[in-house]
T-cell receptor, first 116, second 115 residues
Framework: AQKVTQAQTEISVVEKEDVTLDCVYE???????LFWYKQPPSGELVFLIR??????QNEISGRYSWNFQKSTSSFNFTITASQVVDSAVYFC?????????????FGQGTTLQVKP | DAGVTQSPTHLIKTRGQHVTLRCSPI?????VSWYQQVLGQGPQFIFQ???????GRGNFPDRFSARQFPNYSSELNVNALLLGDSALYLC??????????????FGEGSRLTVL
């Protein structure tokens, strides 16, 4: 079975602090894709990053960075020097390449509150 | 360019009624997916359509149905509404069949309340 677990339900930090959002996934497939989405209060899910299972190179994009480790089935997301505008619900998601069903399996989400 | 548009944005129905939700994908996108997001949870996959054909179906009862039109817009229909159908219904489009090949672009959703 495929599953995504985001153990942190809510995180609250003060502006300029660094924060890491955890994501653990389960799948028996060898080819899969991992995603992070951000959901602001408007409701729209905003794509942040996609990673395939063969690319474990970590990535940094501005204040965002991602740490993908197959050995621990984790795909963690770090925001450096957080800002109030980063406040949102963040979802980690898993997609399998087999079947082409277009199905994303989402975690429960982590609500991030950045206080001024 | 316009993003994914959904209508209506909010609606209230009573138990037993029927609802139709509409979605217009980004221009050039041929794939549309529907997700249900209950308050406090992650989105759950309902359907995916590509080139007007159903390509995937989630674990939802037959009360849920959908279709895609020649212009690639889509409708999600839910019959015999239950209180548990109250949720945010999200539509997403992509250029090709998703599931790893490309990211999904989501609309802002239709918030359904069933009383």
């Amino acid at each position: 079975a495929q599953k995504v677990t985001q153990a942190q339900t809510e995180i609250s930090v003060v502006e300029k602090e660094d924060v890491t959002l955890d994501c653990v996934y389960e799948t028996r497939d060898t080819t899969y894709y991992l995603f992070w989405y951000k959901q602001p209060p408007s409701g729209e899910l905003v794509f942040l990053i996609r990673r395939n299972s063969f690319d474990e190179q970590n990535e940094i994009s501005g204040r965002y960075s991602w740490n993908f480790q197959k050995s621990t089935s984790s795909f963690n997301f770090t925001i450096t020097a957080s800002q109030v505008v980063d406040s949102a619900v963040y979802f980690c998601a898993l997609s399998l390449s087999s079947g082409n069903t277009g199905k994303l399996i989402f975690g429960q989400g982590t609500t991030l509150q950045v206080k001024p | 360019d316009a993003g994914v548009t959904q209508s209506p944005t909010h609606l209230i129905k009573t138990r037993g009624q029927h609802v139709t939700l509409r979605c217009s994908p980004i221009s050039g996108h041929k794939s549309v997916s529907w997700y249900q997001q209950v308050l406090g949870q992650g989105p759950q996959f309902i359907f995916q359509y590509y080139e007007k054909e159903e390509r995937g179906r989630g674990n939802f009862p037959d009360r849920f149905s959908a279709r895609q039109f020649p212009n690639y817009s889509s409708e999600l229909n839910v019959n015999a509404l239950l209180l548990g159908d109250s949720a945010l219904y999200l539509c997403a489009s992509s250029q090709r069949i998703p599931g790893g090949y490309g990211e999904l672009f989501f609309g802002e959703g239709s918030r359904l309340t069933v009383l």
